[in-house]
């Protein structure tokens, strides 16, 4: 089951603050935030596990609402590498399923 | 930091051919996928491979597809009869337990 990401993108200055949320209809083990620039391969920011547990980066926050099955990935004070396509994959079920990704959301900063 | 290596980074084939996409994923990973983006749209996963077989696989690898782990290193994709809808972006992937995926650079592939 595909989660569902919004907005579908997003347009912002330098310094400004942006969120992209991801939901699903089915109950999550976890969910997972990644980044791809044009060209590359989708790079690992954040999960969130069921239960409460965060493991990423430290200049990426995000939240998991269990009840409501959806997780919301916080950019701030936007920079101009910030810049790329930022899925959400949900892990189902156990640990070891494999991430459904979303359609992605595209972040633009500009100066 | 420790990588996934993919080969070749870019394979144009005959429709109708068959071609072998090769992995080397982080070595202490457990678990292994292969994933492919039509250019531009989401990322789709194909199938997923644990302790030598496979654990998970998607409507989209059918028979035309194949994973083997020919040696304690390679992760391989076989397309066989390959056609023009094929043609995307494929991206091996590794990860352990709870944790995130580390994808490798991609082969993109053309069906001509």
């Known amino acids: 089951q595909q989660p569902v990401q919004s907005p579908q993108a997003v347009i912002l200055r330098e310094g400004e603050d942006a969120v992209i949320n991801c939901s699903s209809s089915k109950a999550l083990y976890s969910v997972h935030w990644y980044r791809q620039k044009h060209g590359e391969a989708p790079v690992f920011l954040m999960i969130?596990?069921?239960?409460?547990e965060q493991k990423g980066h430290e200049k990426i926050s995000a939240s998991f609402n269990e009840k409501k099955q959806q997780s919301s990935l916080y950019l701030t004070a936007s920079q101009l590498s910030y810049s790329g396509t930022y899925f959400c994959?949900?892990?189902?079920?156990?640990?070891?399923?494999?991430?459904?990704f979303g359609k992605g959301t595209t972040l633009s900063v500009s100066s | 930091e420790p990588e996934v290596t993919q080969t070749p980074s870019h394979q144009v084939t005959q429709m109708g051919q068959e071609v072998i996409l090769r992995c080397v994923p982080i070595?202490?990973?457990?678990?292994f996928y292969w994933y492919r983006q039509i250019l531009g749209q989401k990322v789709e996963f194909l199938v997923s491979f644990y302790n030598n077989e496979i654990s998970e696989k998607s409507e989209i690898f059918d028979d035309q597809f194949s994973v083997e782990r020919p040696d304690g290193s390679n992760f391989t994709l076989k397309i066989r009869s390959t056609k023009l809808e094929d043609s995307a972006m494929y991206f091996c992937a590794s990860s352990s337990t709870s944790y995130g995926y580390t994808f490798g650079s991609g082969t993109r592939l053309t069906v001509v």
């Open positions: 070595s202490n990973h457990l678990y």
């Open positions: 994959g949900t892990e189902m079920d156990q640990a070891g399923t494999a991430l459904i």
């Open positions: 969130l596990l069921k239960g409460g």
